[in-house]
Each structure stands twice: as structure tokens, then as C-alpha cells.
């Protein structure tokens, strides 16, 4: 699910960034109580087999409904005497099995079910239950209505419209469910409403049928298991524009884009990508699309950037206005990346929710890769600026600890919303932790290990060890250590370097220091930290330091004295580096370093020094159309003494002004 906005152009902040403030005390434990503060995932009594809702909306521009509902069940291991579901929304009627009626209780938040006799394991029951729903107060959780407005120009804004939203645990407010992600089923959703509006749900559509009274019936079926909170429905009068087709990239595959009426015109340019992303994620997955259709809706009144429902993302009005082409891209392969991580594998619960964000948001750097082209320079930097977004979004944030700041990976919630917003952050730690495994093992290990992962987890729900596992078969590398200090520890490694050169006995004497909290909870982090070394006939060669205690260092001779040292250009260990070196090595490194990262990381020191050499440096930078716009931006920002902006061309200008979505 995309979630938030940060600027795509803020300065790379290496070291002047306010440490975070840690939300809670100590989230172990409830003060209170004393009880330890830790949400686990429910039992699953029933294996829930499949779901039919019949959906009656009598008037569409009331936000009220009846429905029936029902649920084939089966006991997973032991006689069931009762049923006990999420039901935070709906008014219940009755509930009956094989025509017989059935006791049942509502209060809190539960239906609770009571059966007149056991229900044995290998015995299935459907129960059917009857309700009305007020979504009236509903405002991006549930249901949400939007009434039309009648003087708008467009019709789709004319009139209402109902969108579902179930992430986090938010479908219960409408349909009684296992509200929580470690149960799959199929769904089908069959929803009546007037005439003239159209409706779009998971599946495929099975049926649509006219009913005397002027009214529509619309049958989804969604026949392959998903979690419940990815059940959704979508209801109003929009333009539908098929971007697939024979001569797409991915031909086969419906991929209906839904807008308001209006913005039809821009559906190719904002929208075209779409079939080649699905080929592209099916090569990088190892697995065709796996589900009937891929259907993207823009809705009234959303209340995230987008929502991965299964074969059907829902996305903001917005996302389908004028846009340059390519322009959404980000968002747009970050929702559909999720139909294989978040949909076809979905996390266990919410504790392991970088399985689904961080892949996510990580599949748009890979994305921007691919779309690059050949050209291998051009495809890395592309990548590069893809995985600063998040660089810069957990350095500038996230310097917690523990036992105050629970790790990615923890169950310390109460409320499992905050999971999408903690400051180890699922969406750009995650993305992150990805980055790291593919320098770490190579691209032939990391994505055999993760197609594997694919193929052994589709229709299943996972754990972050489900995922270590694959790739520890794929590499012969034990990851236990790695998955520890990045997944179940909070924080980030920051780290103090200082580089000189000693020409007496032609060595390099590199210092490295662990700046982060130090104490028997938060040890020392383990880490080989690369430096790359060049020389002035240009060849270069790579250092391994490993750093695994507060203070290291070490003497590397070496053939000549180098003219440029670059600490992990590469990102391999993702930490916040403060480096001392003499500043020839910066000019070189911010001149011409391999990598992007490496030299903004370059740009950066050289407005530490009020000097004429970085002055110019920092200008010719600014100023060269031919450099990347992340590093002319960077240099414009750290050149306050020169009038640089008022040369800058009118391009340039909008590249730096816009914001982008950089976790979702």
C-alpha cells in the first residue's frame, strides 16, 4: 500500500538530521499492567474455504446496504463447537446452517456462532448470515461513500461513488470475516445496484445481469485463495481504457484502467508502462501474473496513494490526471509488484510486513532499472537514484535502538496501522535490506533464491525466515547473522572513517568507528565495509575492512598512492558514513566516482570547505545539463555562494520542484 509523500530532491543529510524521538517509552511492555505489549497472530480454528456475498444497495445515493453472506468452513485439527468472527460494521439479522437457525452473539467487535453440535476436522459447514450496513461515518476505512456533486463537469464526479479499503484489519467494518493475514480463501462478490454504474471487484466477471426493477446484478469471481483484507469493491461511472491487448507487452491479460470521465486521454501516458511491467515482474518472479485480470481504479476520497487488492489496485482520482509520460511509474509498479509479494505470498502478519512493502517498494528501483535500457551505465545510475530515496528516508529518520524502538521485524503493536508509519521502516529499511542481499550474493543467488521463494510460498502466507531460507539454498551462505542485525534489531550502523595515506610505507591507513548506540542490548555491528581505491592510471581496487567492535583499523599497502578512495559506493552495507579524508580524494570521487551515491556523498564534503578548488567543483556541477539532476541539485543546494539558480535552465528547475511518492 503506498502511504506517504517525501520530497524526491532533499539534500543527501549525512550527519545533520535531528535524531528521531522514539514513540514509546519501552513498547515491551504495558506500564500499566505490566503485561508485555505484543500483538500475536489469532488462531485458526476453521480453515476457511470459500466466501459468497451477496451485496444489495437499493439506493445508491444512500450509504446503506443489506447483504448475505455465505462461508464454507472446515475444523483445521480439532471438533469446533463455535465460531467466532471479526465483525466491527455490520448489523446481523441471522445466521443459519443448512437452513437450520443458529445462536449467535454480537458485541465487541465479534460474531460469535454457536453450533448444535461439534463440527468434526473433514467436516465442512457453510454458514450463512444476514445483515444491514450504516457505512455512513466510514471515511477510508471500510466502505467509503462519496456523494456526487452536481455542478461538476465531469459525470463520473457527479455522482456517488463506493470504494473498499480492508488494509490493515478494515473489512471487518463490512463483511463478518478472520480479519488478520494468515487465512486464505476465495471470494466471489455479487453486488446489485441502479443501472448505469459499473462495478469492479477481484476475479473475473462471471456474470452481469439485468433485474426487472431497472437494476444491474455484477458477479466477481475471485476462484484462487487470498487473504480477506484484500477483498475489495469499487461502484461508480467511469471511463474504462484497456491498456493491453495483442500488441502489448503482455498480451493475454486484461488490464482495464478505470478513471474519472475526462481523464481517458491520459490513461496511455500515465498508464502505458503497465503491460511491460507485468513482463518484466514475471521474469524477475519466476511466475506468470497470477490472477485473471489486472485492473487499475481511480477513486474518490482514498485514503492511501494506492491499495494492492488482488487483480484489482485501487489508487487516488488524482494518479489518472495530466501527468508527463512515466510520470506515475513508481506508484504504479510498486502496486502491481504487490500482486506476487503482498498477494500471492502475504505476510503471516503484520510483524513481517516488509515481505510486503519493502518488495514492493523495492521492485520500483528494479523497475526503473529495466525501463533504463542496455545501457549498463545508465540502467546503474538509474537503480542508484531509486535506492537513495530510501537511503536518505531512514537515515534522516530512523536512529533508534533497542529496547525502546521495536525492530522491522516485531509484534510490539497495538494498533497494526502503526506498522506502515514505525521509524524501522517497512517500506525503506525493507527496500534496503533487498539492496544489501543482492550486492551480498550476486544477482545469479539473490533472485534464483527469491524465485524459489516464489515457488515454494505463492498462495501462501510467509515469515521473514520463510524467505532467508530460500535464499540461503540458493547462495550456500548462512544469512542468520545478516537477517538478525537488519530484521530483528532496530536502527542503522553509523559509522566515523577516517582515510589517509602514509607515502613512507606506500599504505592506505583506514579508522573506522561505530557511532550508534553501544550497550549489551545494541552490540557492535559485523560488517565488511568495501572501499574502492584508484589510482591515477585509472585501475582500481577493492579493500575489505571488516568492522565488528567499536573501533577498527588497519594498514592496506598498496601499489601507488591512490588519487580516490570511496567508502561502499555501492551501498553493500547500508550505514551512515561520516568520512575524513584529504580533499583531493573528494574533488576526484565528486568528479568522477563510479556511482551516484558515491558522489553525492562527495558533493556533500566539499561545502565543508571554503576553498576555490570546491567552489568551482560545486558550480560546474550545478551547471552541467549533462549530470545527473540528483547531483546538480545537491551541488545548487550546497553552493549558497554562487548564482547559480538564476542560470539554471527552465527543465531543470521543474525536475527539482515536484514531490514524488518515495515509500509507498
Known amino acids: 500500500m503506498v502511504r506517504r509523500f517525501l520530497p524526491l530532491l532533499a539534500t543527501l543529510a549525512l550527519s545533520t538530521a535531528a535524531p528521531a524521538q522514539d514513540d514509546d517509552p519501552d513498547p515491551r511492555i504495558d506500564l500499566a499492567t505490566m503485561r508485555e505489549a505484543a500483538t500475536w497472530p489469532p488462531d485458526r480454528p476453521f480453515d476457511h474455504l470459500h466466501m459468497r456475498l451477496e451485496v444489495d444497495i437499493p439506493d445508491i445515493n444512500k450509504p446503506e446496504l443489506s447483504a448475505i453472506q455465505t462461508l464454507t468452513l472446515t475444523p483445521v485439527a480439532q471438533a469446533q463447537k463455535s465460531l467466532i468472527l471479526d465483525c466491527r460494521g455490520p448489523s446481523v439479522q441471522s445466521v443459519t446452517s443448512s437452513g437450520i437457525p ?56 457527479k455522482v456517488t461513488q463506493i470504494h473498499a479499503q480492508g488494509q490493515a484489519q478494515l473489512n471487518s467494518l463490512w463483511f463478518p470475516c478472520h480479519d488478520y493475514p494468515n487465512e486464505r480463501l476465495t471470494t466471489e462478490l455479487l453486488v446489485t445496484v441502479a443501472d448505469g454504474f ?62 474519472t470521465q475526462g481523464d481517458e486521454e491520459n490513461v496511455k501516458d ?26 487499475q481504479v481511480c477513486v474518490r476520497s482514498f485514503s492511501a496513494g494506492g491499495m494492492e487488492n488482488t487483480s484489482c489496485t485501487l489508487l487516488t482520482e488524482g494518479t489518472s490526471r495530466v501527468g508527463e509520460a512515466g510520470s506515475r511509474d513508481d506508484l504504479i509498479s510498486h502496486e502491481l509488484a504487490h500482486q506476487w509479494t503482498g498477494d500471492l505470498m502475504t505476510c503471516k502478519g503484520w510483524a513481517h510486513l516488509w515481505l510486503n512493502e519493502g518488495w514492493a517498494s523495492y521492485a520500483e528501483c528494479l523497475w526503473n532499472e529495466h525501463k533504463a535500457g542496455e545501457d549498463q551505465t545508465e540502467a ?10 530510501y537511503v536518505r528516508a531512514q537515515r534522516m529518520r530512523n536512529r533508534g535502538s533497542a529496547p525502546t524502538t521495536p525492530p522491522i521485524v516485531s509484534n510490539r503493536y497495538t494498533d497494526p496501522d502503526s506498522v506502515f508509519r514505525k521509524r524501522d521502516d517497512p517500506y525503506a529499511k525493507g527496500a534496503m535490506i533487498l539492496h544489501m542481499l543482492r ?64 607515502e613512507e610505507s606506500k599504505s592506505l591507513n583506514v ?11 545494541n552490540p557492535a555491528y559485523s560488517l565488511a565495509v568495501p572501499i574502492r581505491v584508484k589510482f591515477e592510471d585509472e585501475s582500481f ?63 556533500d564534503a566539499l561545502a565543508a570547505f571554503d576553498i576555490p578548488e570546491a567552489k568551482a567543483l560545486l558550480a560546474n556541477l550545478a551547471d552541467n545539463e549533462g549530470e545527473d539532476f540528483m547531483l546538480r541539485e545537491a551541488a545548487v543546494d550546497l553552493s549558497p555562494r554562487s548564482p547559480l539558480t538564476a542560470r539554471l535552465s527552465p527543465a531543470f528547475e521543474r525536475a527539482v520542484v515536484p514531490l514524488r511518492f518515495v515509500n509507498p
Not at 243 to 257: F, I
Not at 273 to 292: I, L, N, R, S
Not at 511 to 521: D, F, K
Open 102 to 157: 443458529l445462536f449467535f452473539e454480537q458485541s465487541d467487535g465479534k460474531l460469535r456462532i454457536h453450533f448444535p453440535a461439534p463440527v468434526s476436522p473433514g467436516q465442512t459447514v457453510a454458514v450463512v448470515t444476514t445483515y444491514t450496513l450504516d457505512f455512513s461515518k466510514n471515511r477510508g476505512d471500510g466502505l467509503t461513500f462519496s456523494k456526487g456533486r452536481e455542478d461538476a463537469e465531469s459525470p463520473t464526479r
Open 380 to 389: 546503474h545510475r538509474a537503480y542508484h537514484r531509486s535506492v537513495l530515496n
Open 511 to 521: 579508522a573506522i568507528e561505530q557511532t550508534q548506540t553501544i550497550n549489551p542490548l
Open 198 to 259: 459499473d462495478v469492479v471487484s477481484n476475479g473475473h466477471l462471471a456474470a452481469r445481469e439485468t433485474i426487472p426493477d431497472t437494476r444491474v446484478r455484477w458477479h466477481w469471481v475471485q476462484d484462487k485463495p487470498h487473504v480477506y483484507y484484500l477483498v475489495t469493491l469499487a461502484i461508480g461511472k467511469f471511463a474504462i481504457v484497456d491498456v493491453g491487448g495483442p500488441d502489448s507487452a503482455r498480451p493475454g491479460l486484461p488490464m482495464p484502467v478505470y478513471v
Open 270 to 295: 500515465i498508464f502505458g508502462a503497465t503491460p511491460a511491467m507485468v513482463a518484466f515482474f514475471e521474469k524477475t518472479f519466476g511466475e506468470p501474473y497470477p490472477w485473471d485480470k489486472y485492473a
Open 541 to 603: 581496487e577493492w579493500i575489505d575492512l571488516v568492522s565488528d567492535q567499536h573501533q577498527t583499523a588497519h594498514s592496506f599497502t598498496l601499489k601507488a598512492k591512490p588519487v580516490q578512495v570511496s567508502v561502499d559506493p555501492n551501498i553493500t552495507c547500508f550505514s551512515a558514513v561520516e568520512t575524513r579524508k584529504p580533499l583531493a580524494w573528494w574533488l576526484d570521487e565528486a568528479a568522477k566516482a563510479p556511482t551516484l551515491y558515491a558522489r553525492l556523498q562527495a558533493v
Open 439 to 502: 550486492e551480498r550474493l550476486g544477482d545469479h543467488a539473490f533472485f534464483g533464491g527469491v524465485r524459489d521463494y516464489v515457488q515454494t510460498y505463492k498462495f501462501s502466507c510467509v515469515e521473514t525466515d520463510d524467505f532467508r531460507r530460500c535464499l540461503e539454498r540458493a547462495s550456500g551462505q548462512s544469512l542468520e547473522r545478516f537477517f538478525a542485525q537488519w530484521c530483528y534489531r532496530p536502527g542503522l550502523p553509523r559509522l566515523a572513517v577516517d582515510l589517509d595515506w602514509n
